[in-house]
């Protein structure tokens, strides 16, 4: 199959599966379409909302469509790397044998990630990073695609572990959950309320997911698009000769070379996903905000004159 037939092929399909998600999940389009693509191009998603916003229903339903494993681990504080990694046991015969944690599966949906400690968020972006595991010296390759979804509750403080920004910048998205509209609430319970639950069908398998990332990854890009992401990306540092007097006011950092190298695939996936054989400066500002939220240190000004990280990007944008 070519790749022209093979992207025809994909727009198609991720309209299908936007639509079986949508037999779950009302509304919420914004959020579905960036978990989607930080799957078509093999990235990780952090997703920022108050409880109650169906983070964990959504994240179950577009696994059971894309026909993936799926595993939730609920972080606490008095979670150890071992019980989310595996370990080692001795079984009858007095040997050593691997247990697997719940890492091993396709989706792992990181649930309140900043509510353990360090040492366990590091075992898990680990795994994030190198699609492997070490035990006991031994490494244990993951099964790909491999791809975590973390949540963070926005409101309470207490007792949590923010994530350092090194942690924060593996994350290819950072997606803020709103509240649905009246409309939509009045739906959500309309559709939850009763005794029958919606279905969804499998459309797509790992293999299949697996195809669509180097498809993904072949499309080609045009010079000047690539030079906008990095021209865009830099603008957010505030330490560079031509940096302008908005972002020294305001940024302490900017955005690392990460974020250059994810504005272009996702600009990819983005430009696929609406059957557009090559991205343009529209499809890197398509995906701009949730890639470079996460990335934008803010100073003390910011914060004391309510300069949020998104009016930041929007205004380099």
């Known amino acids: 199959m070519s790749d022209v037939t093979a992207i025809n092929n994909l727009v198609q399909r991720h309209n299908t599966l936007k639509q079986e998600i949508a037999k779950v999940i009302v509304g ?20 920022i909302g108050v409880p109650g916003l169906a983070k964990t229903l959504m994240v179950n339903t577009i696994a059971k469509t894309l026909g993936l494993d799926f595993k939730r681990i609920q972080f606490t504080p008095d979670l150890m790397p071992s019980d989310i990694l595996g370990s080692e046991v001795l079984d009858q015969n007095r040997n050593f044998k691997f247990i697997k944690g719940p890492v091993f599966s396709n989706i792992i949906l990181a649930d309140e990630i900043n509510r353990t400690p360090p040492k366990t968020q590091a075992a898990l972006l680990e795994a994030m990073q190198e699609r492997s595991v070490t035990i006991a010296g031994q490494q244990h390759k993951l099964e790909l695609p491999y791809f ?7 409101i309470e403080q207490e007792g949590t572990y923010p994530l350092p920004e090194a942690q924060l910048d593996r994350f290819m998205f950072a997606i803020e959950l709103k509240y649905p509209s009246v409309t939509e609430e009045i739906q959500v319970v309309k559709t939850t309320t009763t005794d029958s639950t919606p279905t969804v069908n499998a459309l797509f398998s790992a293999a299949e997911i697996l195809e669509v990332q180097h498809l993904i990854r072949r499309i080609p890009v045009p010079d000047n698009v690539v030079e906008y992401a990095v021209r865009l990306v830099n603008s957010t540092r505030p330490n560079l000769e031509g940096s302008s007097d908005f972002v020294r006011q305001y940024i302490d950092w900017g955005a ?12 990819k996936a983005h430009a696929a996903v609406q059957g557009k054989f090559s991205p343009d400066i529209e499809n890197v500002q398509a995906v701009a905000m949730g890639i470079l939220r996460h990335r934008i240190i803010k100073n003390y000004k910011a914060e004391a004159e309510g300069i949020s990280e998104e009016n930041i990007v929007d205004k380099l944008l």
Do not use: C, K, M, W
């Open 256 to 267: 690392g070379p990460r974020a250059s190298q994810n504005l272009i695939l996702g600009a």
């Open 28 to 47: 919420q389009d914004g959020v579905i379409d960036q978990i989607l693509l930080s799957i078509y191009t093999g990235g990780h998603a952090l997703l």
């Open 148 to 154: 975590v979804l973390a949540t963070q509750n926005p």
